[in-house]
Nanobody, 118 residues
Framework: QVQLVESGGGLVQAGESLTLSCAAS????????MGWYRQAPGKQRELVAI?????????ADSVKGRSTISRDNAKNTVMVNLQMNSLKPEDTAVYYC??????????WGKGTLVTISS
């Protein structure tokens, strides 16, 4: 079992920056990768960025070049941060933290709303 707690969502203006944080606890040694997904109204959930336990990163084309995902490993928790710059109205969505275990089981956070005003 992995528990995920997200923070950092809110209302920001276009062009500004925002950092989302996700704290993972529980069976963190089994985590193979952690990432952020988002779901805009009327759209399917999509990958934003992912980072593996080895430090490999992957970004959606829509955020590449203006977003950075990072990971900090502590004794009992793993923190994953997503910094997003030059935010656009189309970045508005509910952002979900994801942890994928070595067994390919997935865990999800409850989501945090990000609203970008134009």
């Amino acid at each position: 079992q992995v528990q995920l707690v997200e923070s950092g969502g809110g209302l920001v203006q276009a062009g500004e920056s925002l950092t989302l944080s996700c704290a993972a606890s529980g069976s963190i040694r089994s985590i193979a990768a952690m990432g952020w997904y988002r779901q805009a109204p009327g759209k399917q959930r999509e990958l934003v960025a992912i980072i593996t336990s080895a430090g490999g990163e992957n970004y959606a084309d829509s955020v590449k070049g203006r977003s950075t995902i990072s990971r900090d490993n502590a004794k009992n928790t793993v923190m994953v941060n997503l910094q997003m710059n030059s935010l656009k109205p189309e970045d508005t969505a509910v952002y979900y933290c994801n942890a994928r275990l070595d067994s390919f089981m997935n865990y999800w956070g409850k989501g945090t709303l990000v609203t970008i005003s134009s």
